[in-house]
């Protein structure tokens, strides 16, 4: 019988990972940087001495694993993670195994899918059946637990919610395609609507300065400050960001009649600046009865929720072994 | 053990019902007015005879019924079904109960759920394991097979897929919304394109004639008969519907990754004339992996999609009382 498993969350910069019982509590937790720049191969190193690390003094051979990117997970392969990695059809888990050991046993999934397990499990969805979870980082991530399974669809590639188109003629995606929900809700879309604000002198002189000075990744907490502040400008890019994700909300609720919508990420900080808008949109279109029935929450475990789903995952493939 | 069922598809005309055994062979079909018209209790009357009519000299306790409406499926009741009857939460099953029997086993879906069920149990969808049906027909509906479940949602409402919105700003749809798939690519969605190039004057004489003779329910094939003869009116609105439908589906195979997306109802008589547009924008739109992998068909039972997968659902709810 498991009693404790570790969760790790792999990204661009740092490894995050806990040791975490069948509770849901974190026992120990760890960070590290990940330097995933130098390849694969140094990616890995870090990650199996990251493990040693955690598991230190503990009977440990079952290992969650959350990766941004699409991820073959029956097979343990990452099959595209172009955010952090310039590999395709990666063997991670063997890779992992040839480190560690063949008896550990490493479950690999995309890491909002871990995300919405890890609120389904212990977060905002406890106690709820079906859920969809809306990750909105620098990309819009996103997860779906139907009948209290996590739905990965037929090659471990459903969940790409910030891909489901809100604007046909909208802004260029980053996938390629015009109008996502992720090229309105994501800190990317945040950092094109300012610069569209600065070619088009939108932006106050007390603004433009701040974002001037500023690093690219700071450009969202500075657009909730000023917003929070009053400024107009920042207000309308919120607005614009809890539009879209109204819209797409009240598609998937018409569609998947789940009890609720959880939303996490980064950029989800900005809660007040933008669930009003969100709401009013959503209810505005979907189907009364369903909407009634759907939830909005924000998430509850934040950074945890990804380690804490890939622990839940490592709890249940252990316990699918054992059947 | 069961050997046979009825399936009954309820419409706002007629009802259609058949006697199928565990192959999903047709034994006997027959079909009469509903009366929906006249009321539910005319309605109950009928359905009552004509089960009766079907079952004779045969020993049937099985029988599934779809129904065009929002329909609590748990416990036999229509909770809203405004296209044929004017009722709110009507229990159905224990109406027919009480005049058949309560030996009698009755299992009510919505119409286009049943329809997913039979393309995904003898038709199009044969073994696969997830697909998306999309029908359409006065309006658009859905319904959504997952791991070879029908997802009916937390409340059974899931699998509007007419009710995605498309078009943010788009045209109003009959549901309150703007912009929904349904206001794209249905007939009534045919007819308001009519309509508006009729007051815009961009049809020309010979089709402006035909509109103005026929019956409202018979423009979408006046359409479909100009477009193949090489009008342009009508093969631009061939290419709107295909578009929007591919705009939808490329947020289904983004979101679901399902194996396959099947086409039914009688608008898609008129496939040649807008699977190209569809098959475009999906593919323009939609991630690689997922959209090669979703094949996109055409439904093989037309009319009896309904009637089959009413049949296999009152088959496997046998099974599910026996367990």
């Not at 140094?42 to 694993?65: H, P, Q, W, Y």
């Not at 669809?153 to 996502?180: F, L, S």
């Amino acid at each position: 019988m498991v009693d404790k498993v570790i969760g790790i969350d792999i990204g661009g910069t740092n490894l995050r990972g806990a040791l975490a019982n069948k509770d849901g509590d974190i026992l120990k937790r760890m960070k590290i940087s990940s330097h995933a720049d130098q390849g694969i191969e140094k990616l890995i190193d870090n990650l199996a001495g990251f493990i040693k690390d955690i598991s230190e003094g503990e009977n440990v051979r079952d290992i969650g694993l959350g990766i941004p990117g699409i991820i073959d997970s029956k097979n343990g392969i990452i099959t595209q993670a172009p955010n952090i990695l310039n590999v395709h059809d990666y063997p991670l888990r063997a890779a992992l195994n040839k480190k560690l050991g063949s008896d550990i046993h490493l479950v690999i999934e995309n890491d909002s899918n871990s995300a919405a397990v890890g609120e389904w499990w212990i977060g905002a969805s406890k106690n709820v059946n079906s859920m969809i979870m809306i990750t909105m980082g620098t990309g819009v991530g996103g997860g779906i637990v139907l009948d209290d399974k996590l739905w990965t669809g037929a090659d471990g590639m459903a969940g790409e919610i910030g891909h489901m188109t809100i604007y046909p003629d909208g802004a260029k995606c980053n996938c390629g395609n015009y109008g996502c929900l992720e090229s309105y809700a994501s800190a990317s879309a945040i950092r094109r609507m300012v610069r569209e604000g600065l070619e088009n002198k939108s932006l106050n002189t007390k603004l433009r300065e701040s974002i001037r000075n500023a690093y690219l990744e700071d450009i969202p907490e500075i657009v909730m400050e000023a917003a929070s502040e009053g400024d107009s400008f920042s207000l309308g890019i919120w607005q614009e960001v809890g539009k879209a994700l109204g819209i797409a909300i009240a598609s998937l609720v018409n569609l998947l009649n789940i009890e609720m919508v959880v939303i996490g990420g980064g950029v989800s900080n900005a809660w007040d600046l933008f669930i009003d808008a969100t709401y009013e949109e959503a209810h505005r279109r979907a189907f009364r009865a369903p909407m009634k029935r759907a939830k909005i929450k924000k998430g509850l475990l934040g950074d945890d929720a990804g380690i804490l789903g890939s622990a839940h995952l490592a709890f249940k493939s252990y316990s699918e072994k054992k059947s």
